[in-house]
């Protein structure tokens, strides 16, 4: 089956710019995460959708971060404005379902996206 | 905010020996995973225990955990210099509620380098 499917692979930016990155996960699968992956860290969770709804996004900056799913398939992460601190690896995973004590899912991952603001 | 601390952070061993990674964590647990990421690639998932099981077995990989201490180790045999990656422990977390809704929390991960 195909995999997780992200664009672009790579993106340079100037502090300030604006940035959107695209997911589609793997067909079928209701659950997609977006993480964030600075450099000698582990992954951070940004955001987690249940098919096109948001379950979690405590992690996500509001005030420059946004993501949706509308279709609950494909889904888009932005950042408006990028600060220096946004450089990282952004990774985009899906699973195939999430809920309940006892439901064990494997995340799979895209290549993800290098984002690297100058 | 990590959960999982990884030790040791760095690990460099010869092609056919062992290599231990150990994973320490916070809170009430559904399972615990580790993945595998190889230099400028994606992450791979190679292996979940649940909280219920101490031991498990995948080809080369063997994966404790014990709850009462809340930590984990992921043992490779016989490495190779393919096993060459960052290896991450990742926790989904029990909710006050007793559930999950699998959210992972992953560890700053350990650099194994096997030399051939």
């Known amino acids: 089956e195909a995999g997780v499917a992200q664009s672009p692979r790579y993106k340079i930016i100037e502090k300030r710019q604006s940035v959107a990155f695209w997911c589609n996960p793997i067909?079928?699968?209701?659950?997609l995460y977006w993480y964030q992956q600075i450099l000698g860290q582990g992954p951070k969770l940004l955001i987690q959708?249940?098919?096109?709804?948001?379950?979690?996004d405590s992690q996500l900056p509001k005030d420059r971060f946004s993501a949706e799913r509308l279709k609950g398939v494909d889904s888009t992460l932005k950042i408006q404005p990028a600060k220096l601190e946004d450089s990282a690896v952004y990774l985009c995973?899906?699973?195939?379902?999430?809920f309940g004590r006892g439901v064990y899912n494997e995340q799979f991952f895209g290549p993800g996206t290098r984002l690297t603001v100058l | 905010s990590q959960q999982g601390e990884e030790d040791p952070q760095a690990l460099s061993i010869q092609e056919g020996e062992n290599a231990t990674m150990n994973c320490s964590y916070k809170t009430s647990i559904n399972n615990l995973q580790w993945y595998r990421q190889n230099s400028g690639r994606g992450l791979v998932h190679l292996i979940l225990i649940r909280s219920n099981e101490r031991e498990k077995h995948s080809g080369r990989l063997r994966v404790t955990l014990d709850t009462s201490k809340k930590s984990s180790s992921l043992l490779i045999t016989a490495s190779r210099a393919a096993d060459t990656a960052s290896y991450f422990c990742a926790t989904d977390e029990l909710n006050a509620g007793g559930t999950s809704y699998g959210k992972l929390t992953f560890g700053q991960g350990t650099i194994l380098t096997v030399h051939p």
């Open positions: 995973a899906s699973s195939l379902r999430t």
């Open positions: 959708f249940q098919n096109n709804g948001v379950v979690d």
């Open positions: 067909s079928g699968h209701a659950t």
